[in-house]
Each structure stands twice: as structure tokens, then as C-alpha cells.
């Protein structure tokens, strides 16, 4: 079984430009995570869909934002880049609708802002 | 503010030997807490997890220990080995019926062989 994909696998991008990244999640995976792991730094929630809705969202600018396809699958879209937008971006799915879950991650998107 | 850490940025261990990766927590009312391994260019893959009304849970080569009355958590390792070699976070699922876990800042375990 294929596990969650990312891509791109490196990114670099000037600051004030936007970015896109992507995610599909594991095969019967409602639920997509994405989180921003800057160096030295434990992952920060970013946001969470799930079928389809933006349930949660971290404490981040309105510049970050994203949103889940009908395939589940996700984009996030981080707009005027700023130089401590680099970082690793995560992207996790799971199954929805349970308290207790398992996350599975995919290999990240290295981001580096110049 | 409720915030999850680790005692220890670096462990360095020889193989063979256990290791014990430390974690606090400071949310009492956290009732899932996960421990989190990331090798160099990889995402995080789950080790193991353990639930509130526990005090001890055993895995494969793992065990992690639940101590609520100081809110911490330690994740063993039994003769570790290089492979072992990686970051390990731990991370508490938010209370009031979030789903979204907070992560530690995470220990890097350095086996030497």
C-alpha cells in the first residue's frame, strides 16, 4: 500500500512569491494534516481537512491556506512568501472520525525562501 | 500556556545499550500521548502510543512509561541499535476533542557503534 506523497520534494522561492504544495494521503484516508517544521523546531500545526472541510487551523497568518479535493488529496498555498517561511512542510493523513488515530506522514516538502 | 517538551536536545548512547528519551507535558488533561520517530529527510513515523488510564505500554524493542501525577513520559529503548539513530518526538493529542497533537521540540538519539 502506497503511503502518503508529497511533492514538490525541494522548493526554492524568492520572498514575496507564492507557493503551492502537494499531498495525497494513504488510500481510505479522509483526514489531511499539514505542519511546518523549521529547523531546530518541533512541528506546528498548520491546518486539518477532512472530507472535503478545513476543520482546525493553527496559529499562522491568513497567508497560509489550503484546501482537500473530492479524492482527498490537498494542496497548501502559502502567498508573499516571507524568509522564515522556510522550513520542511509535513503533510499526515489518517482516518477521520476518531479521538485516538494514528497519523501517517508523508517525506515533506523542503521550502527554502531567498 | 500548554506546551509539550523534552528535557534533553541530544542523546548519544553506544549500541547495545538502552536508551531513555525523556518528555514533559504540561496539559493535565491530555489523554493520548504518541512518540514520534524522523530520520534525517524522512517524515515522522509513529512508534508507539499510550492512553491516559495507562501507566505502561510494551512494544517491539519499545516501552513507554506514564507518569501522570508529573506529567511526563519516557519512550525506552532496548539494545539499541544504529538504526536507531534518529529524532524522537513526542506529542499529546489537544484536549477538548481536537484531534490536532502538540509536539515536543525532539531529542536526537546518536548510536555509536
Known amino acids: 500500500e502506497a503511503g502518503v506523497t508529497q511533492s514538490p520534494t525541494h522548493l526554492i522561492k524568492t520572498r514575496g512569491q507564492q507557493v503551492t504544495l502537494r499531498c495525497s494521503p494513504i488510500s481510505g484516508h479522509t483526514s489531511v494534516y499539514w505542519y511546518q517544521q523549521a529547523l531546530g523546531l518541533g512541528l506546528q500545526f498548520l491546518l486539518w481537512?477532512?472530507?472535503?472541510?478545513?476543520?482546525n487551523r493553527g496559529n499562522f497568518p491568513p497567508r497560509f491556506s489550503g484546501r482537500q479535493f473530492p479524492n482527498y488529496s490537498s494542496e497548501l498555498n502559502v502567498n508573499a512568501l516571507e524568509l522564515e517561511d522556510s522550513a520542511l512542510y509535513l503533510c499526515a493523513s489518517s482516518l477521520a472520525g476518531q479521538a485516538h488515530y494514528e497519523q501517517y506522514f508523508g517525506p515533506g516538502t523542503r521550502l527554502t525562501v531567498t | 500556556g500548554e506546551s509539550v517538551g523534552l528535557h534533553l536536545p541530544t542523546l548519544s548512547v553506544q549500541e547495545g545499550d538502552n536508551s531513555i528519551i525523556n518528555c514533559a507535558y504540561s496539559n493535565s488533561a491530555s489523554d493520548y500521548f504518541i512518540w514520534y520517530k524522523q530520520e534525517s529527510g524522512k517524515g515522522p513515523q509513529f512508534i508507539i502510543d499510550?492512553?491516559?488510564?495507562?501507566d505502561k505500554r510494551q512494544g517491539q524493542r519499545v516501552t513507554v512509561l506514564l507518569n501522570k501525577t508529573v506529567k511526563h513520559l519516557s519512550l525506552q529503548i532496548a539494545a539499541t541499535q544504529p538504526g536507531d539513530s534518529a529524532v524522537y518526538f513526542c506529542?499529546?493529542?489537544?484536549?477538548?476533542?481536537?484531534?490536532?497533537?502538540?509536539f515536543g521540540r525532539g531529542t536526537s538519539l546518536i548510536v555509536h557503534p
Open positions: 499510550i492512553r491516559s488510564n495507562m
Open positions: 506529542a499529546e493529542k489537544g484536549s477538548g476533542g481536537s484531534y490536532i497533537p502538540t
Open positions: 481537512y477532512d472530507e472535503g472541510e478545513e476543520r
